[in-house]
């Protein structure tokens, strides 16, 4: 196994739960539980369009050539899973190749305005990417870029540098994509915007970043594993250790912690995954994040010592690729020669085993969750793992963790302030 499941806290009660999950993984493996419909990446990592797969990886390559920038559109699961990807798998600073920008995930002036600034003298492609084809966020920045690029480009090479990545029939995107003349990619009918980073929705803006796609692939295809009836499997462990936390032990919160700034938007598409899957019917554990060490110098006083709802998922990558070595010096004005010969990495070690003890002191129940290594492969894997047992848990719940149907309640409340038609 490539995920290493941890627990420090008071006793789970796993045995009493282990039956309720395997009815809650028959019933999405069978598809009989609510949202059946939206199962499809279940198995997705085997069952993918393989000439989809080719004509990504050709529009990534010609993206990686003739832009400078690719710009995402996109918001929440549409947009998500990419960033979370290009970001763990890419340097935060100094990137080389397509710079990849997102757009469309914010109603922001201000912030479309810097980036219209900063293409001004840049090679750009765009990825409009929304399922329904109708999101107001990422259609309202998609008719302001697309004009900027047929303005820049002319109608005919703006339309062979935009790409849509959208619902196979239905949806004002599709009818704009086909009249226009853009590449088209799917997002199946079966997967939700949550479920979909291992569609077109993730891949194109993933491999344009560089990244190996066909290995993420083959990580979440390993991490099928986990579809199987095994007391020690981590993805039914996972979802079992949340259920009793929160219907048991009364934990109202659960932060997703990591060691890495690369991770923060991993957390993101976590939060999105978790939030809109299991809020519902007036429950629900509320997904929050930290960022260690980092975070322990702010959110870290109220985990420690703050009103005691909340449990801490801890990822930590356990192995790096590049190791920095802390040198002994001659004067030791900064005190830090105990540390000599040490890499940073054992130092991170330290950290996380260090506020592990501190924080079960401080009475937060932890589950860890070590991941081998941080690369497409391992990525894909854990990818899968949280969907998976995300669904597991919903299920678990006796919700549908594949609908969002509160997202709805703003969006009619913002039309009827916008006076969109028939709204008011
Ligand atoms: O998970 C979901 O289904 C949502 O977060 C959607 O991804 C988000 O609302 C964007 O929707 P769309 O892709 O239809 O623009």
Request: hydrophobic share 40%; proline share 4%.
């Amino acid at each position: 196994m490539h995920i290493n499941f941890e627990y420090f806290g008071e006793r789970i009660q796993e045995e009493n739960y282990l039956l309720k999950a395997y009815e809650a993984l028959d019933l999405l493996l069978e598809k009989k539980g609510p949202g059946s419909e939206f199962t499809g990446w279940v198995d997705l990592p085997v069952c993918y369009d393989k000439e989809e797969f080719r004509r990504i990886e050709w529009a990534a390559k010609k993206i990686r050539k003739d832009s400078d920038v690719l710009i995402c559109i996109g918001i929440g699961g549409s947009y998500l899973g990419a960033r979370a990807a290009i970001e763990a798998l890419t340097p935060l600073v100094g990137k080389r190749g397509t710079e990849i920008l997102y757009a469309g995930n914010h109603l922001s002036s201000e912030a479309l305005e810097e980036i219209l600034e900063y293409i001004q003298d840049k090679e750009v492609s765009l990825n409009v990417i929304s399922k329904s084809g109708t999101t107001t966020e990422p259609a309202i920045a998609f008719r302001i870029l697309r004009t900027w690029m047929e303005e820049k480009y002319g109608k005919k090479e703006a339309a062979r540098r935009i790409f849509a990545t959208t619902d196979k029939q239905k949806g004002a995107l599709r009818t704009l994509a086909q009249t226009e003349g853009y590449e088209t990619f799917v997002i199946p009918d079966e997967v939700g915007g949550r479920y979909s980073v291992l569609t077109a929705v993730g891949l194109l803006p993933i491999a344009t970043a560089g990244i190996d796609i066909a290995a993420m692939m083959e990580g979440a295809a390993a991490a099928m594993v986990y579809t199987k009836k095994d007391p020690e499997n981590p993805a039914i462990r996972y979802a079992v250790h949340r259920y009793d936390l929160y219907h048991r032990l009364g934990k109202q919160i659960e932060i997703l912690v990591q060691y890495d700034p690369h991770l923060v938007m991993l957390s993101e598409w976590w939060k999105q995954l978790y939030g809109e899957s299991d809020g519902k019917e007036g429950q629900g554990l509320w997904p929050a994040s930290a960022s260690f060490t980092t975070d322990l110098h702010s959110l870290g006083q109220m985990i420690q010592e703050g009103e005691r709802n909340l449990f801490e998922t801890v990822i930590f990558v356990d192995h790096c690729k590049k190791h920095l070595y802390l040198k002994e010096e001659g004067e030791n004005l900064d005190g830090l020669n105990y540390l000599a010969g040490k890499t940073l990495h054992q130092v991170n070690e330290k950290a996380f085993l260090g506020v592990k003890k501190a924080h079960l002191q401080g009475g937060v129940p932890q589950l860890a969750i070590h991941l081998d290594y941080l690369d497409p492969w391992h990525l894909g894997y854990l990818f899968y793992f949280f969907e998976l047992s995300c669904g597991i848990g919903g299920y678990m719940n006796g919700i549908n963790p594949f609908d969002q149907p509160g997202v709805e309640a703003y969006k009619t409340s913002m039309f009827r302030e916008l006076k969109k038609p028939g709204y008011f």
